[in-house]
T-cell receptor
Framework: DAMVIQNPRYQVTQFGKPVTLSCSQT?????MYWYQQKSSQAPKLLFH???????NEADTPDNFQSRRPNTSFCFLDIRSPGLGDAAMYLC????????????FGPGTRLLVL | GESVGLHLPTLSVQEGDNSIINCAYS??????FIWYKQESGKGPQFIID?????DKRQGQRVTVLLNKTVKHLSLQIAATQPGDSAVYFC???????????FGTGTSLTVIP
């Protein structure tokens, strides 16, 4: 059974048109992460939630926002996508306090036209 | 974010040989390290992890070595199989513990 689910798997948007990517988890993990991964590059951490507390990385552009309405769901909002935002977006979860790694979803590939 | 780098961007090995993938990390405060395998079109998959109070940890066909003196991490894969072909990333947790920063990645190709 899928534990970290990302929808959609592929998303096409237009330059400047807001887009939302979603992530849900069945693990009841308290920490959730969003990463951006461009072709042939490593995943880059954008931000994470520790419970309801939002933690932004210093170099994450303001164009990227996130919402976590409850433990299970987390959304990535890109307010005005540019061509440079085309990438794979990965969601991950982790149970803080346990010696456990992150569990990743399959990712959403975003194409900006 | 933290800086975690790899020495070799690509690695080709013969099936059945052992593979060694290296990683250098920059934050001496990191106390938890993970190796991930990522196949094309998929999210990273956990392989093995190690805490900074250890210098070696073994799993099934995989071993991670940690050298804190030189801030170096390696992943050894025994008897490499075609199914091991993927990109391998190391990651460190940096300061604070909840963030995870990835290294550059090494693309492993196993030649049958």
């Amino acid at each position: 059974d899928a534990m970290v689910i990302q929808n959609p798997r592929y998303q096409v948007t237009q330059f400047g048109k807001p887009v939302t990517l979603s992530c849900s988890q069945t693990l009841n993990h308290n920490v959730m992460y969003w990463y951006q991964q461009k072709s042939s590059q490593a995943p880059k951490l954008l931000f994470h939630y520790y419970d309801k507390d939002f933690n932004n990385e210093a170099d994450t552009p303001d164009n990227f926002q996130s919402r976590r309405p409850n433990t299970s769901f987390c959304f990535l909002d890109i307010r005005s996508p540019g061509l440079g935002d085309a990438a794979m977006y990965l969601c991950a979860t982790r149970k803080e306090g346990a010696v456990e790694t992150q569990y990743f979803g399959p990712g959403t590939r975003l194409l900006v036209l | 974010g933290e800086s975690v780098g790899l020495h070799l961007p690509t690695l080709s090995v013969q099936e059945g040989d052992n593979s060694i993938i290296n990683c250098a990390y920059s934050n001496s405060a990191s106390d938890y390290f993970i190796w991930y395998k990522q196949e094309s079109g998929k999210g990273p998959q956990f392989i093995i992890d190690i805490r900074s109070n250890m210098d070696k940890r073994q799993g099934q066909r995989v071993t991670v070595l940690l050298n804190k003196t030189v801030k170096h991490l390696s992943l050894q894969i025994a008897a490499t199989q075609p199914g091991d072909s993927a990109v391998y990333f190391c990651a460190e947790n940096g300061v604070g513990g909840n963030q995870f920063y990835f290294g550059t990645g090494t693309s492993l190709t196993v030649i049958p």
